[in-house]
């Protein structure tokens, strides 16, 4: 494939460095979210603060279930020497428990520290890719009360200046990582896209996965937009002014489709975020702006400030594009996405930073495949809780259990738990009936690992 040549723009979102020692306890009153604008449409819960005292100015904050409990914590990267640390605050369904420290080395400056499960266990672990001249990928496993001494997954991924990025671009239930070069290289390697899988317990060798995805300054994203279980690649080109199309290439089996444009003009405006999360529960995320205090000398700035405009996904397209919350995320604040509630529908969450750095949530209330699509949920003995959402099925077992005590122990309001075929060593099938008839298959990797999310029955790997 030729590469394509053509400007696009994107904003670097730089979340700073946390230096803290010991993190004290917020006094102050939080600051006030401005009133939700009357008669606007609220997909959105109206905000409230989770925590007093979380993601001071000159932290990396974002989200991650570290603890494996299908709810998504606080994560804050220290990047000095003097204070340091990475800190979690985990949640708890309606807010985040106080924060504690889960590793006592910082983040050094030129790397770039995430989050994701590498090994397929249901909690997400800590990655560090060091970058500069190094590439070298370091992975902390997390024991779901903190993160382990990190050991080398990788030797030599992710250099310099590419964008570092992780999800599961196979669909085997193992994050894997992706390097976008972007245009740090003058010649054809520009525009180039580099994977390298997990095995549970190291990176495979890198591959080359495309040659013409996110240049220059575009926001390069990973997620599941089709909702086929692997993620997808997403450039966001975003500016104040002209055309700023969503550029999607979707993970096959062959390998990265071809880049097709799924939004004709989203990311609007060079102060804006814009990310992802799957806001109605369906298995397929949606592209989501934040406009925060975007182009205030551009009419109309006072319907639009803090204005959350979301797009949702179709499997084929991003549509449906609405305002759904103002305001949400005004000035410097940092905006994201995660599922705090484990309801499955990925919320919003808004770092205040500066003096009283409070951290506000705004729960998801999109309407999905069905209204009462989360309010069913039986126990499996002791072992593990079913919660039917739409067309899709969670099961998380305790810990301790092991998978053939779950295939047994279908009880309550399930009608049977069905084995199915081995299909290899550390995956085997099986199928729930739900009491409504509903039918799903799964698998659990390993046979004591956490079981995955599961699909509808006619779905196959």
Known sequence: MNKLRYTRLWIVLCLGALFVLALPLGTGSAPAQPALAQGFPTDFSAPQVWSDYFCLDGMTCMTGDVNGDGMDDLIAFGRSTDPNGIWVALSQGSQFA??????AQYCAAAAQCLVGDVD????????????????????????????????????????????????????DGLDDIWAFVRSTKTDDGAGDVWIATSNGSAFNPAEFWHDSFCYGTEVCAVDD??????????????????????????????????????????????????????????????????????APGIMGYSQRQGRVDVATSNGA??????????????????????????????????????????????????????DDRFNRSVRIGDLAEVTEAGNSLWLRPAPSSDLEGIMQLGTGTLVDVLEGPVISEDMLWFEVQLH??????????????TARYLRPAAWRP
């Open 98 to 103: 106080p924060y504690q420290q889960w590793y």
């Open 120 to 171: 397929g266990d249901g909690r997400d672990d800590l990655i560090i890719f060091q970058r500069s001249n190094d590439g070298r990928v370091s992975v902390g496993l997390s024991t779901g009360s903190s993160f382990a001494s990190v050991t080398t997954w990788h030797d030599t991924f992710c250099y310099g200046e590419e964008e570092c990025r992780v999800g599961d671009l196979n669909g």
């Open 225 to 294: 937009v089709d909702g086929d279980g692997r993620d997808d690649m997403l450039a966001f080109i975003q500016s104040d002014g002209g055309q700023n199309p969503l550029w999607v290439s979707l993970s096959t089996d062959q390998g990265a489709g071809e880049q097709m444009v799924w939004y004709d003009n989203f990311c609007a405006y060079n102060a804006s975020i814009c990310t992802t999360g799957d806001f109605d529960g369906d298995s397929r995320a949606d592209a989501i702006i934040f406009l925060r205090d975007a």
């Open 317 to 370: 397209a991003f549509t449906s594009y609405g305002s759904r919350l103002i305001p949400f995320c005004t000035g410097q604040q940092e905006c994201d996405t995660g599922d705090f509630d484990g309801d499955g529908r990925d919320d919003i969450v808004a770092f205040v930073r500066g003096a009283d750095p409070v951290v506000w949530v705004a729960l998801s209330a999109f309407a999905g495949a069905s």
């Open 436 to 449: 409504n008839n509903a039918s799903v298959r799964g698998w659990f990797p390993g046979e004591s690992a």
